[in-house]
């Protein structure tokens, strides 16, 4: 089974619906992490976790908001879909310290129409 | 603040001949660098990281890479390009709050 599981793997939704990426691991990791991925710009920090009490924004945190549910389990919502959240939502995890890689799950390619 | 910079978007090499993926990084101390490969319809993977241990890092998949202070650079090569080396490949900074910051990508592209 993969460490990092994100659902669904695919979504196609329409502008001003609500919408709900879940990201799961079994990693046992502290810290937490979305991101979404458009071409040409590689991966952009939307928020991240360090634990279940600590929710952080990243570099693009507008239009989102994130819910750390449990250690394994942390959710992103887009609470009005607009087309320009169109993209490939990341989450990742990683122990503590400076030198943990960080693991990422397969990623949900999310379409707003 | 820390940034990297990867300065081809796309390489385009011949199946069995050296590949190098260029980048540039900043920061005002000692960085952690990565460098993390996607394959198609994939996640990533991490190819190697830069610890300050040595600053040539052997990766897997016989990749591996360089780290000049003086140059400010932390370029990927590979001596010999297989044709299942063809994914897109970022080079990462850590900041000084554990965050990531990704390089834009180069599209590695081998030709048979």
């Known amino acids: 089974d993969a460490d990092v599981t994100q659902t669904p793997r695919n979504r196609i939704t329409k502008t001003g619906k609500r919408i709900m990426l879940e990201c799961s691991q079994t990693?046992?990791?502290?810290?937490m992490y979305w991101y979404r991925q458009d071409p040409g710009l590689g991966l952009r920090l939307i928020y991240y976790?360090?634990?279940?009490?600590?929710?952080n924004k990243g570099e693009i945190s507008d239009g989102y908001s994130v819910s750390r549910q449990a250690q394994a389990k942390f959710s992103l919502s887009l609470e009005s879909a607009i087309p320009n959240q169109t993209a490939l939502y990341f989450c990742?995890?990683?122990?503590?310290?400076?030198?943990?890689?960080?693991?990422f799950g397969p990623g949900t390619r999310l379409t707003v129409l | 603040a820390q940034s990297v910079t990867q300065l081809d978007s796309h390489v385009s090499v011949s199946e069995g001949t050296p590949v190098l993926l260029r980048c540039n990084y900043s920061?005002?101390?000692?960085?952690?660098l990565f460098w993390y490969v996607q394959h198609p319809n994939k996640g990533l993977q991490l190819l190697l990281k830069?610890?300050?241990?040595?600053?040539l890092v052997k990766g897997i998949n016989g990749f591996e890479a360089e780290f000049k202070k003086s140059e400010t650079s932390f370029h990927l090569t590979k001596p010999s390009a297989h044709m299942s080396d063809a994914a897109e490949y970022f080079c990462?900074?850590?900041?000084?709050?554990?965050?990531?910051?990704f390089g834009s990508g180069t599209r590695l592209l081998v030709r048979p």
């Open positions: 990742a995890t990683s122990g503590p310290g400076s030198y943990n890689e960080q693991f």
């Open positions: 990693k046992g990791h502290d810290r």
């Open positions: 976790s360090f634990d279940v009490k600590d929710i």
């Open positions: 920061s005002s101390y000692s960085p952690s």
């Open positions: 830069y610890t300050s241990a040595a600053t």
């Open positions: 990462v900074v850590m900041d000084s709050s554990y965050k990531l910051i």
